[in-house]
């Protein structure tokens, strides 16, 4: 069955330290890969996306995400935590293929303590 | 930058009403999507809507359910008879046509926020 896996419900970075969100997923094609970000009242944002090609992916606000077929993970990262940070995360996988669904894992909820 | 629109921010109803939760996705899209957030959980796939028709949809959209873009801007989620369960968030999206772009991605709305007591 196709599934996103996010392991960690929470996570709590200090400013200015590193910060890595994991994913692992399950899917039968060829997946394409997302990172969304949520603030509080806001909608899903897109940080990053993968498609193809070189499996480290930059994307907006500072985050990278880098893509493992090994290991079935697309871990996001960014090396300096800042408070406005502070949000929830979301991977997805799908195809690419307008039309057919995203499947989110549950979300990551990140604190960032200064 | 465009981005999609959703009304209301939040809708309370009484379990058995019938609600409307309204979207308007941004101008160019062709395909439209809807998802939920039952509190706590995942982020779900309802449907997806192109050319005025269903072009996927998962389980959960039922015969309760149903969408409908009733003029050019306006992409729309009925339900008939709400049920205590049917409170979440709701999110509408929209995305090219792939014959539009190399890849295709999805954007989303802020969310309807339903609560059905």
């Known amino acids: 069955a196709q599934s996103v896996t996010q392991p960690d419900i929470h996570i709590t970075v200090s400013e200015g330290a590193s910060l890595e969100l994991r994913c692992n997923y399950s899917?039968?094609?060829?997946?394409?890969l997302f990172w969304y970000v949520q603030s509080p009242g806001q909608g899903l944002q897109l940080l990053l996306k993968y498609f193809s090609g070189d499996t480290l992916v930059q994307g907006i606000k500072g985050f990278e995400a880098e893509f493992k077929r090994s290991q079935s993970s697309f871990n996001l990262r960014k090396p300096s935590v800042h408070w406005s940070d502070a949000a929830e995360y979301f991977c997805?996988?799908?195809?690419?293929?307008?039309?057919?669904?995203?499947?989110f894992g549950k979300g990551t909820t990140l604190s960032v303590s200064s | 930058e465009p981005e999609v629109t959703q009304t209301p921010s939040h809708q309370v109803t009484q379990m058995g009403q019938e609600v409307i939760l309204r979207c308007v996705p941004i101008s160019n899209h062709l395909y439209f999507y809807w998802y939920r957030q039952i509190l706590g959980q995942k982020v779900e796939f309802l449907v997806s809507f192109y050319n005025n028709e269903i072009s996927e949809k998962s389980e959960i959209f039922d015969d309760q359910f149903s969408v409908e873009r009733p003029d050019g801007s306006n992409f729309t989620l009925k339900i008939r008879s709400t049920k205590l369960e049917d409170s979440a968030m709701y999110f509408c999206?929209?995305?090219?046509?792939?014959?539009?772009?190399?890849?295709?991605?999805?954007?989303f709305g802020p969310g309807t926020r339903l609560t059905v007591t």
């Open positions: 899917y039968g094609a060829t997946p394409y």
């Open positions: 999206a929209s995305s090219e046509a792939l014959w539009q772009t190399v890849h295709y991605e999805q954007y």
């Open positions: 997805a996988v799908g195809l690419n293929q307008a039309g057919t669904a995203l499947i």
